[in-house]
């Protein structure tokens, strides 16, 4: 997606528009998902952090300041959705040095 196409998505979900945050979920869940699944390594907790990033994602789009910093804040959201997966199994993150964010 295109960075002008997903800060007019953010901005209209900020202000409450379902289609726009519809369409925020339809282009940005593979984004989160496969973050999640690089992360967490397992598919179904991946699934079900994905899910939980998007309920968070939800309930709190109104208080992200900046549309641009949509990306990096959903990845930040989705990140310690993995962390509660994780420490409930008693396993540890490795992270790729590579990896942006």
């Known amino acids: ?14 202000q409450g528009d379902n289609n ?5 979920f339809t ?3 593979n984004d989160v998902y496969y973050f999640a699944l690089k992360t967490v390594k397992d ?9 939980e990033t998007f309920v968070t994602i939800f309930q709190n789009i109104n208080t992200l300041n900046d549309p641009v910093a949509y990306p990096a804040w959903s990845r930040q959201i989705t990140y310690r959705h993995c962390l509660q997966h994780l420490k409930k199994q008693n396993r540890e993150i490795t992270v790729d040095e590579n990896e942006d964010g």
Do not use: R
């Open 43 to 51: 598919e179904t907790i991946a699934a079900d952090v994905t899910q």
């Open 1 to 14: 997606m295109g960075k002008e196409k997903l800060l007019l998505i953010v901005d209209k979900a900020k």
């Open 20 to 24: 726009s945050f519809n369409s925020l």
């Open 27 to 29: 282009e940005t869940y």
